[in-house]
């Protein structure tokens, strides 16, 4: 099946740091990847959608300047959270479509962020 | 707007036992429909989904689930659950229309699996 890392799968940063996620789609392109972010004991929240090649798409009442994302290339999302507090703390995982379908989605394993 | 309402946000049962965990969705059109599994400190796996076709959908480890559009639900069974069936089980959904295809995620159903 298709494969799709997170990297870092953990990170501990201090209060006021930005912190990069990358999401790769190993084995396919993909021309849009998702975000979500998951509160503990609640479900997945879309955050953005990301475009390669556009601008990302924010769901309402995400900050832009905040959650930087970058689809840099067919096969790799960044998610840089900016000046980060502890609320910010979280679990980040990313999804990627495979095909024509967007319903085929793969996820990675996520990203643990702990902000001091 | 889509929705998914998950019954129950956490079920108990024995080694052996049935395993149900209860879905239902709102669409305003004929969606997609998923059950995603979460081991901790893991991201999702997808365990099945129904797209078109038969509503009886098998999936991995022994799980399946029946889409029946007149009560708009779509509940997940295992016959006989196992102690590595513990984990978190989201239920989702996409509006086939949609242009990006997000999916709406429940707010999961934790399992736990006694002896």
């Known amino acids: 099946g298709a494969v799709v890392s997170q990297h870092p799968s953990r990170v501990i940063c201090k209060s006021g740091t930005s912190v990069k996620i990358e999401c790769r789609s190993l084995d396919f392109q993909a021309t849009t990847m998702f975000w979500y972010r998951q509160f503990p004991k609640k479900s997945l929240m879309l955050m953005a959608t990301?475009?390669?090649?556009?601008?990302?798409?924010?769901e309402q009442g995400v900050e832009k300047d905040k959650f930087l994302i970058n689809h840099a290339s067919l096969t790799l999302s960044t998610l840089t959270v900016t000046s980060a507090h502890p609320e910010d703390s979280s679990f980040y995982i990313c999804?990627?479509?495979?095909?024509?379908?967007?319903?085929?989605?793969?996820f990675g394993p996520g990203t643990r962020l702990t902000v001091l | 707007a889509q929705s998914v309402t998950q019954l129950g946000s956490h079920v108990s049962v024995s080694e052996g036992a049935l395993v149900l965990l209860r879905c239902n969705y709102s669409?305003?059109?004929?969606?997609?429909l998923f059950w995603y599994v979460q081991y901790p400190n893991q991201g999702l796996q997808l365990l099945l989904k129904?797209?078109?076709?038969?509503?009886l959908v098998k999936g991995i480890n022994g799980f399946e689930a029946e889409f029946k559009k007149s009560e708009t639900s779509f509940h997940l069974t295992k016959p006989s659950a196992h102690m590595s069936d513990a984990a978190e089980y989201f239920c989702?959904?996409?509006?086939?229309?949609?242009?990006?295809?997000?999916?709406?995620f429940g707010k999961g159903t934790k399992l736990s699996v006694k002896p």
């Open positions: 669409s305003s059109v004929p969606p997609y």
């Open positions: 989702a959904v996409s509006d086939r229309k949609g242009s990006q295809g997000n999916l709406i």
């Open positions: 129904y797209t078109t076709g038969a509503t």
């Open positions: 990301s475009n390669e090649g556009s601008k990302a798409t924010y």
């Open positions: 999804s990627a479509p495979r095909g024509f379908s967007y319903n085929e989605q793969f």
